[in-house]
Protein backbone atom coordinates (compact mmCIF):
# COMPACT_ATOMS: atom_id res chain seq x y z
CA UNK A 1 0.00 0.00 0.00
CA UNK A 2 1.28 3.32 -0.62
CA UNK A 3 1.44 5.79 1.93
CA UNK A 4 1.06 9.21 1.03
CA UNK A 5 3.01 12.15 3.90
CA UNK A 6 2.29 15.90 3.41
CA UNK A 7 4.54 18.21 4.83
CA UNK A 8 4.16 20.40 6.81
CA UNK A 9 0.93 19.83 8.58
CA UNK A 10 0.15 23.55 9.06
CA UNK A 11 2.10 26.72 7.08
CA UNK A 12 1.69 30.09 8.42
CA UNK A 13 1.98 32.92 5.51
CA UNK A 14 0.31 35.70 4.74
CA UNK A 15 -1.28 37.22 1.17
CA UNK A 16 0.82 37.85 -1.32
CA UNK A 17 4.08 35.11 -0.17
CA UNK A 18 4.93 32.09 -1.92
CA UNK A 19 3.38 28.61 -0.66
CA UNK A 20 5.10 25.47 -0.82
CA UNK A 21 3.49 22.11 0.17
CA UNK A 22 5.11 18.59 -0.45
CA UNK A 23 4.02 15.50 -0.41
CA UNK A 24 5.96 12.16 -0.45
CA UNK A 25 4.94 8.59 -1.61
CA UNK A 26 6.29 5.69 0.43
CA UNK A 27 7.58 4.18 -2.98
CA UNK A 28 7.81 5.74 -6.97
CA UNK A 29 4.49 6.24 -8.29
CA UNK A 30 4.22 7.76 -12.00
CA UNK A 31 3.85 11.33 -12.25
CA UNK A 32 0.74 10.92 -14.23
CA UNK A 33 -1.28 9.34 -11.14
CA UNK A 34 -0.75 12.04 -8.69
CA UNK A 35 -2.89 15.11 -7.84
CA UNK A 36 -3.98 18.04 -5.68
CA UNK A 37 -7.33 18.91 -3.63
CA UNK A 38 -8.48 22.13 -2.36
CA UNK A 39 -10.79 21.78 0.49
CA UNK A 40 -12.16 25.05 2.18
CA UNK A 41 -14.28 24.69 5.93
CA UNK A 42 -17.51 22.54 5.08
CA UNK A 43 -16.80 22.49 1.19
CA UNK A 44 -16.37 19.06 -0.55
CA UNK A 45 -12.55 18.85 -1.91
CA UNK A 46 -11.67 20.73 -5.53
CA UNK A 47 -9.68 19.42 -8.14
CA UNK A 48 -6.43 22.13 -8.78
CA UNK A 49 -3.64 19.76 -10.61
CA UNK A 50 -3.45 15.97 -12.30
CA UNK A 51 -1.16 14.51 -13.16
CA UNK A 52 1.02 16.30 -10.75
CA UNK A 53 1.43 19.24 -13.05
CA UNK A 54 -1.41 19.57 -15.00
CA UNK A 55 -4.39 22.68 -14.01
CA UNK A 56 -8.07 21.41 -13.95
CA UNK A 57 -10.33 23.61 -15.30
CA UNK A 58 -10.64 27.37 -13.96
CA UNK A 59 -7.53 27.14 -11.67
CA UNK A 60 -5.47 30.17 -11.57
CA UNK A 61 -2.07 30.19 -13.04
CA UNK A 62 -0.39 31.17 -9.58
CA UNK A 63 -1.35 27.13 -8.87
CA UNK A 64 1.55 25.34 -10.25
CA UNK A 65 2.37 21.38 -9.30
CA UNK A 66 6.12 19.55 -10.01
CA UNK A 67 6.84 16.43 -9.04
CA UNK A 68 8.51 12.48 -9.43
CA UNK A 69 9.55 9.22 -8.38
CA UNK A 70 8.36 10.25 -4.37
CA UNK A 71 8.59 13.42 -4.16
CA UNK A 72 5.86 16.31 -5.15
CA UNK A 73 5.40 19.87 -4.69
CA UNK A 74 2.47 22.30 -5.17
CA UNK A 75 3.43 25.87 -5.23
CA UNK A 76 1.28 29.00 -4.63
CA UNK A 77 3.04 31.69 -6.03
CA UNK A 78 0.82 34.71 -4.64
CA UNK A 79 -1.28 33.74 -1.95
CA UNK A 80 -4.58 35.51 -2.11
CA UNK A 81 -6.76 35.37 0.69
CA UNK A 82 -9.20 33.00 -0.54
CA UNK A 83 -6.11 29.90 -0.64
CA UNK A 84 -6.02 29.32 2.52
CA UNK A 85 -7.35 26.01 2.84
CA UNK A 86 -6.57 22.44 3.59
CA UNK A 87 -4.72 21.02 0.44
CA UNK A 88 -4.99 16.94 0.01
CA UNK A 89 -2.43 14.95 -2.76
CA UNK A 90 -3.94 11.69 -3.80
CA UNK A 91 -2.34 9.01 -5.55
CA UNK A 92 -4.69 6.67 -8.38
CA UNK A 93 -3.56 3.69 -9.53
CA UNK A 94 -1.88 1.59 -6.53
CA UNK A 95 -4.25 -0.65 -4.40
CA UNK A 96 -6.09 0.91 -2.94
CA UNK A 97 -6.92 2.70 -6.01
CA UNK A 98 -6.66 5.85 -4.72
CA UNK A 99 -5.06 7.34 -1.62
CA UNK A 100 -5.16 10.46 0.35
CA UNK A 101 -2.42 12.59 2.12
CA UNK A 102 -3.60 13.81 5.50
CA UNK A 103 -2.95 16.83 4.31
CA UNK A 104 -1.52 20.61 4.61
CA UNK A 105 -3.57 23.32 6.81
CA UNK A 106 -2.31 26.66 5.13
CA UNK A 107 -3.00 29.45 7.29
CA UNK A 108 -2.92 33.18 7.43
CA UNK A 109 -0.35 34.50 9.15
CA UNK B 1 -23.18 20.90 -15.82
CA UNK B 2 -22.29 18.11 -13.69
CA UNK B 3 -23.96 18.07 -10.33
CA UNK B 4 -23.95 15.12 -8.14
CA UNK B 5 -25.97 14.88 -4.39
CA UNK B 6 -25.55 12.45 -1.27
CA UNK B 7 -28.97 11.77 0.00
CA UNK B 8 -29.43 9.17 3.12
CA UNK B 9 -30.10 9.06 7.08
CA UNK B 10 -28.48 10.89 9.25
CA UNK B 11 -28.14 9.10 11.86
CA UNK B 12 -27.64 4.73 11.94
CA UNK B 13 -27.17 2.61 15.19
CA UNK B 14 -24.20 0.95 15.62
CA UNK B 15 -24.41 -2.84 13.60
CA UNK B 16 -26.56 -1.14 11.57
CA UNK B 17 -26.58 -1.07 7.89
CA UNK B 18 -25.47 2.50 5.82
CA UNK B 19 -27.17 3.17 2.69
CA UNK B 20 -26.35 6.46 0.93
CA UNK B 21 -27.41 7.35 -2.47
CA UNK B 22 -25.57 9.39 -5.04
CA UNK B 23 -27.77 11.23 -7.34
CA UNK B 24 -26.32 13.02 -10.53
CA UNK B 25 -26.99 14.95 -13.60
CA UNK B 26 -24.83 16.29 -16.50
CA UNK B 27 -23.67 13.04 -17.60
CA UNK B 28 -24.76 9.66 -18.20
CA UNK B 29 -22.77 5.98 -16.25
CA UNK B 30 -23.51 4.41 -19.41
CA UNK B 31 -20.60 6.38 -21.09
CA UNK B 32 -17.71 5.17 -22.19
CA UNK B 33 -14.41 6.38 -19.42
CA UNK B 34 -16.63 7.17 -16.31
CA UNK B 35 -16.88 6.72 -13.11
CA UNK B 36 -19.15 7.65 -9.70
CA UNK B 37 -16.56 7.06 -6.65
CA UNK B 38 -17.30 7.40 -2.93
CA UNK B 39 -15.29 8.89 -0.23
CA UNK B 40 -15.38 10.00 3.55
CA UNK B 41 -14.05 12.19 5.71
CA UNK B 42 -14.32 11.74 9.70
CA UNK B 43 -14.74 15.18 11.47
CA UNK B 44 -11.40 17.12 11.25
CA UNK B 45 -9.76 14.26 9.73
CA UNK B 46 -8.45 13.46 6.24
CA UNK B 47 -10.48 12.25 3.47
CA UNK B 48 -10.15 8.25 2.61
CA UNK B 49 -11.56 6.74 -0.52
CA UNK B 50 -14.60 3.92 -0.04
CA UNK B 51 -15.27 2.81 -3.65
CA UNK B 52 -15.90 3.64 -7.49
CA UNK B 53 -18.03 2.08 -10.16
CA UNK B 54 -17.00 2.21 -13.78
CA UNK B 55 -19.51 2.29 -16.66
CA UNK B 56 -19.21 -0.84 -17.67
CA UNK B 57 -20.21 -1.92 -13.58
CA UNK B 58 -16.45 -2.79 -13.14
CA UNK B 59 -16.25 -2.22 -9.17
CA UNK B 60 -13.32 -1.47 -7.17
CA UNK B 61 -13.54 -1.40 -3.18
CA UNK B 62 -10.93 -0.11 -0.25
CA UNK B 63 -8.91 -3.59 0.99
CA UNK B 64 -9.31 -1.69 4.08
CA UNK B 65 -13.45 -1.89 4.09
CA UNK B 66 -14.09 -3.82 1.05
CA UNK B 67 -15.75 -6.87 3.18
CA UNK B 68 -18.25 -4.20 4.58
CA UNK B 69 -19.01 -2.32 1.35
CA UNK B 70 -21.28 -2.67 -1.83
CA UNK B 71 -21.59 -0.31 -4.74
CA UNK B 72 -24.40 -0.26 -7.57
CA UNK B 73 -25.53 1.87 -10.23
CA UNK B 74 -28.95 2.89 -11.68
CA UNK B 75 -27.90 4.30 -15.20
CA UNK B 76 -31.76 4.15 -15.48
CA UNK B 77 -32.13 7.07 -12.94
CA UNK B 78 -28.92 8.18 -12.74
CA UNK B 79 -27.92 7.12 -9.27
CA UNK B 80 -25.39 4.96 -7.39
CA UNK B 81 -26.16 3.53 -4.62
CA UNK B 82 -23.37 2.35 -1.87
CA UNK B 83 -24.26 -0.13 1.23
CA UNK B 84 -21.56 -0.02 4.43
CA UNK B 85 -22.73 -3.03 6.90
CA UNK B 86 -22.08 -3.35 10.45
CA UNK B 87 -21.46 0.15 11.30
CA UNK B 88 -19.52 1.56 14.07
CA UNK B 89 -18.99 5.17 15.63
CA UNK B 90 -15.79 5.57 14.13
CA UNK B 91 -17.46 5.52 10.83
CA UNK B 92 -18.92 8.77 11.78
CA UNK B 93 -17.92 10.71 9.06
CA UNK B 94 -19.00 13.30 6.20
CA UNK B 95 -19.45 10.72 2.81
CA UNK B 96 -19.37 12.35 -0.60
CA UNK B 97 -19.96 10.70 -4.02
CA UNK B 98 -17.69 12.34 -6.84
CA UNK B 99 -17.36 12.11 -10.51
CA UNK B 100 -14.59 10.56 -12.31
CA UNK B 101 -13.98 10.40 -15.93
CA UNK B 102 -11.04 9.24 -17.89
CA UNK B 103 -8.34 11.21 -18.41
CA UNK B 104 -5.02 10.51 -20.89
CA UNK B 105 -1.50 11.78 -19.11
CA UNK B 106 1.67 11.45 -21.12
CA UNK B 107 -0.24 8.67 -22.89
CA UNK B 108 -1.19 6.97 -19.28
CA UNK B 109 -4.86 6.29 -18.35
CA UNK B 110 -5.71 7.97 -15.33
CA UNK B 111 -9.18 8.69 -13.32
CA UNK B 112 -9.57 11.70 -11.02
CA UNK B 113 -12.20 13.34 -9.01
CA UNK B 114 -13.42 16.24 -10.66
CA UNK B 115 -16.53 16.73 -9.56
CA UNK B 116 -17.84 16.79 -6.07
CA UNK B 117 -21.65 16.66 -4.55
CA UNK B 118 -21.26 18.25 -1.25
CA UNK B 119 -21.25 15.55 1.51
CA UNK B 120 -23.70 14.21 3.92
CA UNK B 121 -22.30 13.46 7.54
CA UNK B 122 -23.37 10.26 8.65
CA UNK B 123 -23.46 10.19 12.68
CA UNK B 124 -23.21 6.46 14.31
CA UNK B 125 -24.68 6.09 17.64
CA UNK B 126 -26.40 4.69 19.27
Known amino acids: EIVLTQSPGTLSLSPGERATLSCRASQSISSSYLAWYQQKPGQAPRLLIY???SRATGIPDRFSGSGSGTDFTLTISRLEPEDFAVYYCQQYGSSPLYTFGQGTKLEIK | QITLKESGPTLVKPTQTLTLTCTFS??????????VGWIRQPPGKALEWLALIYWDDDKRYSPSLKSRLTITKDTSKNQVVLTMTNMDPVDTATYYCAHSAITMVRGVITYYFDYWGQGTLVTVSS
Open chain 1, 51 to 53: GAS
Open chain 2, 26 to 35: GFSLSTSGVG
